[in-house]
């Protein structure tokens, strides 16, 4: 079975509203298989964005994604990294479709409620860094 990789972040976290985007992963039809709170480390957070270091937001997105605990999850189902990224939706809720997680619960385009991953080489690079 496919795996993807998903984190609820600290704006979900923070408005008590992990239910309602498991809701929308699982009405999706997509299974939670794994699933721990943790409040991310500066380090480990460096270490997740790492590909993002030279971006004027870093230090913004560092501090954001450890304000707050976050929802580690491993997801499974057929192509479910491609699946997952769908009912995501764009990066910045303004551009996300109707239905997604994304505009139905993102604040703007940092606090965008949940991280997804965007292949299946990263989606088992992402499990082995929290599992
Ligand atoms: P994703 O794969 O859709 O999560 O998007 P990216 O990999 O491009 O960006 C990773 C995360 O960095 C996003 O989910 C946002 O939380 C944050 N981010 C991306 N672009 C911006 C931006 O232009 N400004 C700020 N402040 N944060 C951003």
Not at 39 to 48: H, S
Not at 111 to 126: F, L, M, P, Q, R
């Amino acid at each position: 079975m496919d795996q993807t990789f998903s984190i609820i972040k600290p704006d979900a976290t923070k408005r008590n509203i992990t239910g309602s985007i498991n809701k929308v992963i699982e009405e999706s039809g997509l299974r939670i298989i794994a699933q721990k709170r943790i409040k991310l480390t500066t380090n480990q957070a460096e270490k997740f964005y790492s590909v993002h270091k030279e971006r004027p937001f870093f230090r913004d997105l560092i501090e954001y994604m450890t304000s707050e605990p976050v929802i580690v999850q491993i997801l499974s189902g057929d192509n479910c990294v491609e699946r997952y990224r769908a009912i995501m939706g764009a990066t910045n809720p303004e551009n996300a479709e109707n239905g997604t997680i994304r505009k139905l619960f993102a604040l703007n385009v940092q606090e965008n409620s949940v991280h997804g991953s965007d292949s299946t080489e990263n989606a088992k690079i992402e499990i082995d860094f929290f599992f």
